[in-house]
């Protein structure tokens, strides 16, 4: 059974019944108890159910088309090998009792996954998912959930509000997902997260920004910072020449965690 068709199937019966438990899902989808651990969490990440020891339950019985709920569910299980390498290999770059900044995207709430075992980190965050993620054990992260207008379809907040509160911290590190990386620098496609990213550089002393293969020489509109100002780039593949070759000019470090299944560097799909 192909993954995506399993998760629909765990969602039917999670429709049906209320809560199910990994045994009787892998039961049912003739899998393993590891298998549908893995497809719990991705579901858990695209907002479409929680975990409870031993099980699931569903949060709302939204239906499958609601505004923003494919396009989100979509973005966090593409290239979902390579934002599990990158990630994990990010988190480790981290010490215990950092502060960091960490705006809102698929690829930030995979590093807050991988980010969560770590211990006394103080994080700022626009994201309620990463909140609720470093927030579940509130005896190890000390976690501050910015306010501002919410974007419903990647649960984030910005505007305004958002850009004030940012002005009253200052941190070790701004952890960044981007759109696109560019030999000038990364972009990003919406005004308001471009303008949340910039003012979190502006408290940062260092900037480490979390990108896979896919956004590399993508379009985008919206400058966030250049090359000169990233400190590290962590990535699944090696960029293309040009990106490498601006990266090492501008002295930024290039970090790549490939992941075993990976695709080719050039694939773009």
């Known amino acids: 059974m192909q993954p995506n068709h399993r998760r629909e199937q765990i969602l039917r019966l999670l429709r049906d019944h209320g809560r199910q438990t990994v045994d009787s899902l892998a039961r049912a989808m003739g899998t393993s108890e590891a298998t549908i651990r893995r497809d719990l969490v991705d579901l858990e990440d695209a907002n479409r159910l929680r975990r409870f020891h031993g099980g699931a339950r569903l949060i709302c019985p939204a239906p499958a088309d609601a505004p923003g ?29 950092a502060s960091l900044f960490i ?7 995979a590093f807050a996954h991988a980010l969560a075992a770590r211990r006394d980190l103080t994080v700022i965050t626009n994201s309620l998912e990463v909140a ?14 910015l306010g501002g207008e919410l974007l419903p ?6 505007g305004r509000m958002t850009l004030q ?24 496609f919406d005004e308001r ?24 020489l993508k ?22 020449p040009g990106i490498a070759r601006a990266l090492a000019q501008a ?13 080719a560097p050039d694939d773009r799909a």
């Open 69 to 97: 709920e494919d396009a989100f569910g979509t973005r966090l299980l593409h290239n979902r090998a390579g934002k599990q390498a990158l990630t994990q290999a990010a988190a480790a770059l981290f010490e215990d009792g």
């Open 103 to 109: 705006d809102a995207g698929t690829t930030t709430i």
């Open 132 to 145: 609720r993620i470093l927030g579940e054990d509130p005896d190890r992260h000390r976690i501050h959930l």
């Open 153 to 158: 379809e990647m649960m984030e907040l910005v």
């Open 165 to 188: 509160q940012i002005g009253g911290y200052r941190a070790d590190h701004v952890v960044l997902t981007v759109g696109s990386v560019q030999e000038s620098g990364v972009l990003d």
């Open 193 to 216: 997260e471009a303008e949340v990213a910039i003012a979190m550089i502006a408290r940062a002393r260092r900037l480490t920004v979390l990108a896979d293969r896919t956004k590399m």
């Open 219 to 240: 379009p985008a509109v919206f400058p966030v910072a250049s090359l000169a100002q990233i400190t590290r780039l962590v990535t699944d593949a090696p960029p293309p």
């Open 251 to 263: 002295g930024a470090e290039l970090v790549l965690a490939p992941a075993t299944d990976a695709p």
